[in-house]
């Protein structure tokens, strides 16, 4: 035995700094994920082009759909997702409303649209179509 230490393979180096994971503001990571549902878009290509992974984007994507993260502005109304506003004063009324089988007002392009909260989700959808198709 030469006295060098068991199992010495070399020169350790530590390297201190960046992990070089980057770190995403929930905005940012809200306006790819809403990128990854444009028509035709593939969500590979965008985690390609933002240096982030597939699986990232999906989870990005479940966490849009539960509410947990919030669209930037920018994002603009051609998007598939459809901004929330609500009305202090609808707000107050609506248990009453909602009890009494009430009335959901949806605003599409400046164009109000009022329906009963069982209206036919297929029927609502082609509504909402039509109503676009109008304001343009």
Not at 38 to 63: F, K, L, M, N, S
Not at 85 to 104: F, I, N, Q, T, Y
């Amino acid at each position: 035995m030469d006295g060098s230490p068991v199992g010495f393979a070399g020169r350790l180096e530590v390297v201190e700094g960046s992990s070089g994971r980057r770190r995403w503001s929930d905005e940012e990571k809200a306006r790819i994920a809403s990128e990854s549902y444009r028509p035709g878009v593939h969500v590979a290509d965008v985690a390609r082009r933002y240096g982030t992974t597939r699986w990232q984007i999906y989870d990005w994507r479940r966490r849009l759909a539960k509410g947990l993260l919030a669209l930037p502005a920018e994002v603009g109304p051609r998007s598939v997702f459809a901004a929330v506003v609500v009305d202090p004063d609808v707000a107050r009324l609506a248990p009453a409303a909602m009890s009494e089988g009430g009335v959901v007002a949806l605003v599409v392009d400046g164009i109000t649209i009022r329906a009963s909260q069982h209206i036919d989700e297929a029927h609502l959808v082609r509504v909402i179509r039509a109503a676009r198709m109008a304001a343009r």
